[in-house]
Each structure stands twice: as C-alpha cells, then as structure tokens.
C-alpha cells in the first residue's frame, strides 16, 4: 500500500504551480509584471508618454494576451524593448509589443555574438519539460506552468537587437526614466539585470529563481559556471533593491526579502561549489559526493532553494565534470564493459534471462523502483526484451510520482511513454 509521505514531493511540486497563477503585479509606481501569460514574466514600466518592456514572453500568441492583459497601463509608444537573455521564453514575442513603434531593441553584445547552445540530441523520448505529456500526468516545468505545451516557443517573433551592452554596468535614459543595466550572467552568459535606482526595483532575468539553480541541465548543456553566478548575485545585492521581478514565478516584495533571495541563492551555490571542490581534492568520486554534498538545514529549508528545477546531486557531478574531468579516478572504469556485455554477465550471473526479469519485477512490487530499472536496464541492453521494458518503464513512473523536481519528473514520466510506445 501506497504511504501519503512517500509523494510528498510531488504535492510540493503540486503546490509550487501556484507560483505562476496569472496575474498582472504592480511592483512599483508604473512598474507591473505579468505573471503566468506565458512561460516566463514580462515587465512593463511605464514613461511619462510612452513604455519600455523587458522580455517579451514566448511567442507572438501569448505576447497579444498579455498585451490585453496590461490594458490601459500598456501606453504606446513603446520605446525600448530589454532582453535579460537570449532563452526562447524570453524573446518570442517582441514584434507584437514594438508593434508599429521602432522601439530600441536592447541586448548585452553575448546575445548576438554567441552560437546556439549545443545540446545532446534526444534519447528514449526524454524530455524535461514534458512538452507531450498527457494533461493528466503534467504538473509543470520548474519555472512555469506550460513549456511550449499550449502555444510552442518560436523565434517568429524576435527582433533583433539594436543596441549592444558592452560594459559591467551601463546607465541609460530612456523616455526620461533612468535604467542600469548590470551584465549578471549566471544561467545565460549574456544575462543582464534592470535595475530601476528612484523606483528601487530589480529585474534580474534568470540569475534568481524560486527554485535550486539548474546549474548542470538534465538536457544535455554544459555546466553553468557557479563562480560566474555567485559574483553576479553579490554585484547584484549590493543594490540593496525593495521589489525583484525574476523571469519566473512570482515577485519577491520587500528590502529584506529582496536581500534574503538573493543571499540564499549565493550561498547555496558557494557551498555546493566548496563541498564539491573538497571533495574532489581528497579524491573522492561523483558517487560519493552524492552522497555527502548537502545544504546545511538553513538553506535546504529555504523556500529559494528547493529543486523544483535544480537539483543538487545533479550540480555535483555536473562541476565534477567540468573541474576534473569524466574519470572518477577508479581505474576498473578506465575501459568499462559496454552496456551490452554487462547485461550478457548479469543475466548469466542471474541464471538466465527470465530469473533477472524476475529479480527486476519483484524489486517493482517491492518498492524498491531505482535497483527495477538498473535490473531492467540490463536485460534490455543485451536481449532488447520487451517485458524488461515494461518493467523499466513502470518503474520509472514511480519513480516520477516521487519527485520534487519537474524536470526529473517530466524527464521520467516522457521516458516510461516512449518505451510503452505511447510517445513517438
């Protein structure tokens, strides 16, 4: 029987969608947010006679509703338009703000100068966003409720920029309202963060979410630098700012709140770094360190920092990978069998096939869905059997309904799909 505790992670997840309820938010005198109209936020600040939008949602469809949702607080002309960063969810719906109106199409120079991220291709249908889960099984995607599920993410409606940021930090005037541009990357290397100095506002775009950083994305990018992220968050405290509107989820409202994000998001990537960092000098493996990096009580039970999105064993292995390397320093695993040839041992070792399918079923039943799935996995990869598929499968659905985080979640529930042949 099923314990209400062993899915406690899931109703969090449940609870967390209540972070992108659609709402327009105003933050400050002229300054309104729309939360939950798209995938990420859109800024709106008004000018005594015209607008300036900072990102600009994810595509043309969700950038109209959001335009009607602003109503009359949205005056045109619209004089700039400011992307934080160069994500899809951020810059899809730029022509339908500038509309007729020429605005300036502001960017840091990374935006335009930098290639496309390269990602590893998709394997076994998973996807961390769950953009073709059935409704039934979504909850949603770490930073907002809908990845592209309803109205997919499109570059159709990006402008390109007009104006190149250069500098750390850059002061402009725009319609009469006085804006720093703070280049902070940390999840994009173009990054930049708004800060309105008579309104005391920050827009940091994604250097600070409500959720553990995704600093080594499920989906195959490379590890997001943390030393890079924690010098932006300390340029950006120093701001001492009374309301942040991140690119996801809702506004933080309050000079000490403001300083307690922005602080537990520091100081939770710089001890997953020194804990990392240690030990690695004392040699020990990706595993291991699994197994002992942690957030001190403080930060884990900081509404900041739960996984939502990130997760911390996955920024272990990713900054072991990036500061040491692939070799975990065990010489068996300098030339390891291949997947197949191990599963042809196992199932040897298990006295045959139908005895390690058995093993695996009976761990399912068990409870025990992680040791199913690597049992599975070996049958799999020597014999291709359909009923180890089931198995894996299976398990990993359980293994979905266990998570706190949506990209794992998503990224397992995707995968038990494909392999029930239920997803192309």
Known sequence: MNHPEEFAGREQLRASSSEFRREIVEVAGGVFAAIGYSASNVVLIQ????????????NPVDAQDIVEAFGERFRRPVAAIIYTHNHP???????????????????????????????RGPRDGGDAFGTKLPEALFINAGTQREYGRVTPHTRVGFLQPTRLIDAEEEELVIAG??????????????NIAVWLPNQRVLVPGDIVLKTFPNLSPIRGLKLRPPQVWIASLNRLMRLDAEAMVQGHMRPVIGRTEVARALRDYRDGIEIVLDQTLDGIRRGRTPDELVETVRLPKQLADSPYLQEFYGNVAWAVRGIYADYAGWFDGNATNLHPLTPRARGERMIALMGGVEALVRRASDALTCGDFQWAAELADHVI??????EA?????????QLAERQINATARNYYLTTAQYLRGQLS
């Open 47 to 58: 000018t005594a006679s015209s607008s300036i939008i900072i990102d600009t949602s994810a």
């Open 89 to 119: 969810d951020h810059t899809g719906g730029a022509t339908v703000f500038a509309g007729g109106d020429n605005p300036a199409i502001i960017s840091h120079r990374i935006l335009v100068e930098s290639g496309p991220e390269f990602a």
């Open 177 to 190: 309202l006085r804006l720093h541009l703070v280049h902070a990357p940390g999840e994009a290397p173009e």
């Open 381 to 386: 990869a020597a014999t291709g059997s359909r």
């Open 389 to 397: 598929t089931e198995i894996k499968a299976d398990a990993l659905s």
